[in-house]
């Protein structure tokens, strides 16, 4: 995913009219950067290049399962996935 989508998905925008350039943005027909602005119109999110006319509706998916990391692992979950090993001085390799 690209940090331009990425972002996008991001500013979910609040049903807000006002339309806002979003910085660093490339136009998907023009490729024409800073040029991008999003907005709400009848409860849609849009984005559109004020270069070449380019608009389409974001729209944006909910995400059913956060992935894990090690900030949000549950200790139990840890322990659960920890494993001791033993190796015996014979099973090491010079």
């Not at 009848?42 to 399962?65: I, L, P, T, Y």
Request: proline share 2%.
């Amino acid at each position: 995913m690209s940090i331009y989508n990425w972002f996008l998905r991001v500013i979910k925008m609040a049903y807000s009219k006002k339309k806002r350039f979003v910085a660093g943005a490339v136009c998907p027909k023009c490729s024409m950067m800073d040029k991008v602005v999003v907005y709400t119109e009848d409860e849609k999110d849009w984005r559109e290049c004020v270069s070449c006319g380019f608009k389409d509706e974001m729209r944006f998916q909910n995400h059913s399962a956060e992935l894990d990391t090690r900030v949000n692992v549950t200790e139990e979950k840890l322990v659960e996935q920890t494993q001791v090993l033993q190796f015996s001085p014979g099973d090491q390799k010079h």
